[in-house]
Structures are given as C-alpha cells and as structure tokens.
C-alpha cells in the first residue's frame, strides 16, 4: 500500500513538475532565447535547400547538431512560424524534466529529488539557446540508464549503437562524452574486456561521419585556439558559479535558488552521515549518478572557456552535472516535511518569477517587433542592428539574433545568418565573405552609411532609456521608418544620395 501511494505522489508530482516547467512558455510567443530565432530560420532554409538543390543552401547531412532542428521542425507543423520556437524549445524543457524522472526511476531515487533537479532546466544553455547541447542531457541520460541493463551481446551492440546515434545527432559534446563515460563506466564497474568491447562497437559506425563533419567544418572556418580566462577556483566564486548553473534571470532569485538547494543538500548529507548509503533493490548503484556528476563538474573546472568556435564550453556542464548530483542524494528522511515541500515550492518560485519576467520582456522590450516583421514584404533583404548593451531581466543579449524573426517569418536574406556556421544543419553553398561590415550582430556600432546599399530593409533594436537612439546611426538620413516608434523599429532604405551614401 504504501508503495503504491509513493507511486501515485511521485506521479503527481511530476505533472505538477510539468506544468511548472511549461508555464514560463505558455505566457509568452517570444521566448527570451537568443539563438532561437536563427535556429527556426533553419527549418525554412531546410525546405528552400530541399526543394532548391541547386539554389544558394545545401544540407549537412552529417552534422552532429540535427536532433533540435527535427524538433523546431516538428514545431513547425503542429503550430506553423508562429509557434514553432515557443514549442520547439518548451519539448527540450519537458525532456530535459523526463530524464530526470528516468534516472530517478532507474536508480531509485524519490521524487523530492526529481523536482530539485528540476530547478536547474531553466539555465544558461536554454536562454542562450544551446537547443543541441540541452536536447543531448535527455540522451544521455537515456544511455546511463540502458549500461545499467545486461543483455546478450548482440543486443548490447545494437543498443549502444542506436544510443550513440542519438548523442551524435543531439551535439558532438555529448557524443564525445558518452565515449568517456562508457570507458569510465566499464572501468568502474570491473566490466571484462568482452563487454567493454562489444559496446564500444556501437560507437564505431558513427565515427566516419563525425571525421567527415569535422574535416568540412574546418574547412569552413569552423575552428579557433583554446581560451582560458580563469583558474579552476576561481570558478567557484558565487556569482560565477551561480551563472553557470542557472545564469537566466538578473537579480538575486538565482542566488537565493541556489542557496536553498545547496541547504537541502547539505540537510540531506547531514541525516545520512552515519548510515550506509541507501540503495533500494532492482535499483542500479547510486554511485554511477556521483561518478557521472563528478565527470561533468570535473568539465567545467577543467576545459577552456571557448574552443573551435564553442562558446561557454566548460560552463554547458554545470547544470547537469548538478542535476546528477541532485539525484544522488541520501534519501530523505520523510519525518522532515521540509524535505518533501522544500525542492516544490523552489520550483514553483522559480516558474512563477520567470514567467513574470518573460512577460514583462515580451511586453516592454520586445515592443515593436511584431509590427516590424509584419511590415515588411515577403523575401525581404534585411540588415538587423541590436544598439541594446542588455536587457533588463534577462542575462547577456537576448535580443542578438531577434531580427532572424523577419527570416522564419517572410524568408528572404539576413546580414548573418547560422547557415555562414560550419555546424550548421543547412549551410551556404558557396561561402563568400559579405561585402558589409563583418560581426554586425554583435558590433552593430560598427555599422557603415555605404553597409545599406546591400539591404532593402534595416531593423534596429535600441533602448532611449539607456541614451541609444537610431538616430545615432551612421547615414540615419537614409532610413525611412515603415513601423510604430518602438524599441524594435523596421525602417526602409532608400537610395543613396551621394558616392558616399550620405
């Protein structure tokens, strides 16, 4: 009986779980991550290279970065442009909350835990919209799940080859560590040669594409020097580390979330500092969930800040790591209800604020753009200008990448598009160097009167609150406004009046 009350509360909780997660993106259409407009832009761009083989896109069949776009694609059919982001990335979210709820159900773990764990999904990699590298968490999980199932050798093979297909298609990272993680796996659990073996083989087949990938991404300028800007112990100073767990939301709900999971943490360490560590039966060994949080942490601590045109590389382990380490907690002694209501009421603070200041980003700083986009023709030529230094509720450039919402939107050509990255899933076929400014999208105070003659349309994101104005802009006199006056105005380019465009 009890059993079957456990069971009935974890279920419980994790559709209350659910709806916490999917709440932030239910209030808004514009969610406040960076890189999601460029990503949806690639499903159009995915169609044009389909049914245009010989147009300006070709498809990187091999590329290790396919699994969102199947998902943002997937988006695109249920709710069309409009929908397609909002529902692309809320499926990451809930994915991200499933394989928490799998690892738990693999190793036992209660669902106290699965709602703590849950915290740490709304975090740096989802605002910034790493979607490839977030969507390769559920995977992976997925695959520390199935090591821990005997099975005949054949099937073994077959298995870890079908899991390490889905950690190539979801990022080349994960990929790489589901590697790692199996070579430290099999070491850790003294498994013979022969089943070290017989799973290694599943790898095998994908490492021809990922040569291949590799060797066209470099060739497409796809590569850059190791940077490290920081010690290891300097990354633990608290608002650095605080950053790379969660790093979403200005403000001190970060901080204070953080605080309050780190004192459930050490509550629970406390109670159990004098018992063995408790592991129910048909439960696999909680300490693969240590191991393989200490793996990810060791990431962050250990790689560089930025390589081979990654960015944040050691900070997009953090969250998962902490998430594993979350689960692999001592059990709760249930006489303390703080246990049970505190990871809750954390959760539910945490969706209720993000919401709050999802909606104020849409309502305030996201003003304008919907009637730029919908003010231009179709197939327009568009030069997008973000002069915001930040926002003022969400962390780093939200607004980076919001112009690409004119491609999703009506097609057509963009001063930077993710099809100039080698990583991509759709690419240029010919890749040339612009004849405008080069990194516009994030210099836009580079711009150039004569950058104008390349584009039919400008839209310009500045704050008047911060002293920006687009009047500041070099050639303004060439800008004809098509849009309301608003944070996000779209502007026509008229003829140049001069040899110098002035």
Request: aromatic content about 12%; charged content about 15%; glycine content about 8%.
């Amino acid at each position: 009986m009890n059993a079957q009350l456990a069971s009935r509360a974890g279920a419980a909780a994790l559709l209350c779980a659910a709806l916490a997660v999917a709440g932030p993106f239910l209030c808004v259409q514009f969610p406040p991550v960076a890189d999601l407009p460029q990503l949806v832009a690639q499903v159009r761009l995915f169609d044009e290279a389909r049914a245009e083989p010989e147009g300006p896109y070709r498809i990187q069949w091999e590329t290790p970065h396919s699994l969102a776009h199947g998902l943002l694609a997937l988006g695109w059919m249920v709710g069309g442009p409009e929908q397609a982001g909002r529902l692309g990335v809320l499926a990451v979210a809930l994915l991200s909350l499933a394989a928490c709820a799998l690892l738990a159900r693999r190793f036992r773990r209660p669902w106290p835990l699965v709602l703590a764990a849950a915290c740490l999904i709304f975090n740096h990699n989802l605002y910034w919209g790493f979607l490839s590298f977030a969507l390769g968490w559920p995977v992976f999980a997925g695959f520390l799940c199935a090591l821990e199932t005997s099975r005949k050798p054949c099937w073994d093979a077959l298995l870890c080859g079908l899991w390490a297909g889905g950690l190539y298609a979801s990022h080349g990272l994960w990929f790489l560590a589901g590697g790692l993680w199996l070579l430290l796996r099999s070491w850790q659990a003294r498994a013979g040669w022969r089943e070290l073996g017989v799973r290694c083989l599943g790898f095998v087949p994908w490492l021809l594409p990922a040569w291949l990938w590799r060797q066209q991404a470099s060739a497409m300028g796809f590569s850059s020097e190791a940077l490290w800007r920081t010690w290891p112990w300097q990354r633990l100073e608290p608002r650095r580390f605080t950053d790379s767990l969660l790093g979403g939301l200005h403000g001190w709900t970060e901080l204070v979330l953080v605080a309050v999971l780190l004192v459930l943490a050490l509550v629970l360490v406390w109670q159990a500092r004098r018992r063995p560590v408790a592991e129910e039966p048909g439960g696999a060994p909680v300490s693969r969930l240590i191991w393989a949080a200490a793996c990810l942490a060791a990431a962050y601590f250990c790689l560089p800040e930025s390589a081979s045109n990654t960015i944040s590389l050691n900070r997009r382990w953090l969250p998962y790591a902490g998430m594993l380490g979350l689960l692999a907690l001592p059990l709760p002694r249930l006489r303390w209800r703080v246990e049970l209501w505190l990871p809750a009421l954390a959760l539910l603070s945490l969706s209720v604020i993000s919401a709050d200041l999802w909606m104020a980003f849409e309502e305030f700083e996201l003003e304008g753009l919907q009637q730029s986009i919908e003010a231009l023709p179709d197939e327009p030529r568009v030069l997008g200008l973000d002069m915001t230094p930040s926002s003022w509720w969400i962390k780093r450039k939200p607004f980076l990448q919001s112009f690409a919402w004119a491609q999703v939107f009506k097609g057509g050509r963009l001063s930077f598009s993710f099809a100039e990255h080698g990583s991509a899933l759709v690419v240029f076929a010919d890749r040339e160097r612009p004849p405008w400014t080069p990194h516009l999208e994030w210099f836009a105070e580079r711009v150039q009167a004569s950058d104008y003659d390349h584009f039919d349309f400008v839209i310009v994101h500045c704050d008047t609150l911060q002293g920006v104005r687009p009047s500041m802009l070099p050639g303004f006199a060439r800008l004809q406004a098509i849009s309301p006056d608003a944070p996000f105005r779209a502007w026509r380019v008229l003829p140049s009046a001069g040899p110098d465009g002035e």
